[in-house]
């Protein structure tokens, strides 16, 4: 079957496939238009305020993501406590009856391609996603193929993985099962939802979402409930006809990090204003420091690797090896940390990074990003216990990283929400020994600038399941 694929045709399906799912709003704020991008984009049909919903989408097909040291969850509802091998032996984890019921038809199609086993099979556990698409409808199957998929051997790999385990198709199941997997690597989000135990992690295919573009300057951010809708937001006020974009990489990350990822994973090349400025907004996020003159050494075109490096000062060029062996070097220092070592971070932050990178750049971004959840979290540096010297330092970092991002131009972001929430417990233990001191009056001001941070995280997190329950100040 060959979809010719169409503004007209796209709309069309993802209109129905909402409906289905109770989920298409009538006065929607968003419409599908061609983007300049060379794409399907979706747009903004009317201003949008920042922090409003913009749409909520559900997959169309989704299933279990883990990494090797997790445990296994129910495949129905993904609860960890009794989910046990399933008493058919299909050997996929379920946890009861009612899960039993609504597994039945995807048992009988595994049992069918294999037979019976004795354990719970983790392999197919990780494979599961692809395999659920031999059971989609015509109505789903119609949006698949809508959404665009990436082509090369790369992908479709959890087909061979499953006739690994001893799963046979047919050669029509085969290649479907195979296109479904281009499809999720293009579009598929990662989801991580709160459970019984701990949290599950997912992919799925979320088919409105998947068509929103990708930019490192994104104008919306989204959270999941505990049923696997995407609620999405705007970051940042939009106007009438502006394109709608989020972003497909992490957005601590520098340029080159960034374009490598998606280069790597997505195949293309992002063009944003952010990606086009070496600066990256005056932020100087992978600027590295010039040995002559400790100006600011950045690449010359952040949109190939093969770029070379230049002092923003003196002209002295670096060899692109060079740094890319510093940064290589820095980064497996970071990784041998232990949450422990605060002390030997701190003097490594300080002391190595401050006279070779620029205070923004991603490697002491990132290791910011670290200390602020160890000062006030780890057992060994709990809140209440802390010298002031640290609290302090907690809540200098927060305000730095916090300022980078508002430089990034990246609004109300989930990590802002986070650094926002963290910057107010400071504030909160501040205050608290404030009132403590018998030789000074308590610092009012700390609360008013608390309750600021405390508003801000609210208004940002108020959708995340795993958003702190706490009281006011
Ligand atoms: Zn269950
Ligand atoms: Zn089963
Ligand atoms: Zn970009
Ligand atoms: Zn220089």
Redesign the pocket.
């Known amino acids: 079957m060959i979809f010719e694929r169409t503004v007209t045709t796209v709309s069309e399906v993802i209109d129905n496939f909402l409906r289905r799912k109770g989920l298409r709003n009538e006065n929607s704020a968003w419409s599908l238009g061609e983007s300049p991008l060379g794409e399907i984009g979706v747009f903004a049909n009317r201003d949008i305020a920042c922090g409003e919903e913009v749409f909520r989408d559900y997959p169309v097909i989704d299933g279990p993501r883990i990494k090797p040291t997790d445990f296994l969850f129910c495949v129905v509802c993904c609860k960890h406590n009794d989910a046990q091998l399933c008493a058919k032996k299909c050997g996929l984890p379920v946890c009861s009856n009612v899960c039993y019921q609504k597994h039945q038809s995807e048992c009988e199609l595994i049992r069918n391609k294999r037979g019976n086993v004795d354990e719970i099979d983790r392999e197919l556990f990780q494979n599961l996603t692809p395999l659920r698409c031999l059971s989609l409808g015509d109505d789903d199957r119609a949006v698949i193929a809508q959404l665009k998929h990436h082509k090369g051997s790369k992908h479709g790999i959890e087909v061979d993985k499953l006739k690994d385990i001893g799963l046979c198709f047919e050669e029509k199941e085969e290649d479907y099962i195979r296109l479904v997997c281009c499809v999720m690597d293009a579009n598929a989000f990662e989801v991580l939802i709160e459970t019984d135990v701990k949290e599950a992690n997912f992919r799925g295919l979320y088919p409105l979402a998947g068509l929103v573009n990708h930019s490192c300057v994104p104008n919306l951010t989204h959270a999941f409930d505990q049923n696997k809708v995407m609620m999405v937001r705007a970051s940042v006020p939009i106007r009438k006809g502006q394109e709608l974009f989020h972003s497909y990489v992490r957005l601590i990350w520098s340029t080159p990090t960034r374009q490598f990822n998606l280069a790597k994973t997505k195949h293309f090349t992002c063009k944003c204003p952010r990606c086009l400025d070496p600066t990256e907004f005056g932020t100087y996020m992978s600027g590295i420091l ?6 600011n ?1 950045l690449p010359q075109n952040p949109l190939t690797i093969k770029s070379n490096w230049v ?6 060029e670096v060899a692109k090896q060079e740094v890319a062996n510093l940064i290589c070097a820095l980064g497996s220092v970071l990784r041998s940390f232990d949450d422990e070592d605060l002390e030997t971070m701190l003097k490594f932050l300080h002391l190595k990074l401050a006279r070779l990178v620029h205070a923004n750049h991603e490697i002491a971004v990132d290791l910011k990003y670290r200390i602020v959840w160890i000062i006030g979290h780890h057992e060994k540096y709990k809140l209440r216990d802390i010298e002031s010297q640290l609290l302090d330092l907690k809540s200098r970092i927060c305000e730095e990283l916090l300022n980078l991002m508002e430089n990034l131009k990246l609004g109300d972001n989930k990590m802002k929400g986070l650094l926002s929430y963290e910057m107010f417990i400071s504030l909160k233990e501040k205050y608290r020994r404030s009132t403590l001191s018998k030789t000074n009056f308590p610092d009012k001001s700390i609360t008013q600038q608390a309750e600021k941070y405390f508003k801000e995280a609210c208004s940002i997190l108020r959708e995340e399941v795993n958003f702190p329950n706490v009281v006011s100040i």
């Open positions: 010039c040995k002559k003159c400790r100006g050494v002092c923003e000062d003196c002209g002295t």
